[in-house]
């Protein structure tokens, strides 16, 4: 399956990071224009967003609520 980005990012003639990189820029701008603010923007692709990610799958993985079942 092809996802939106790659498809754009061809379209473009940029690799998906780059297409993701311009559109990351373009937001930024955009917030910047019409006042608005956030602690903190971030991406999926940031190290804190990873970290954050496994401390939760972490966290859920130990209760159980997280499994391997072969169907």
Request: charged share 35%.
């Amino acid at each position: 399956m092809i996802h939106y980005i790659e498809v754009a990012a061809q379209k473009e003639g940029k690799t998906p990071k780059e297409y993701c990189d311009k559109i990351h820029e373009e937001r930024l701008k955009i917030f910047k224009k019409w006042n608005l603010g956030f602690t903190y923007y971030g991406r999926t692709s940031d190290k804190e967003n990873h970290e954050l990610t496994q401390y939760f799958f972490k966290k859920l993985y130990k209760k159980g609520y997280i499994f391997e079942k072969e169907i």
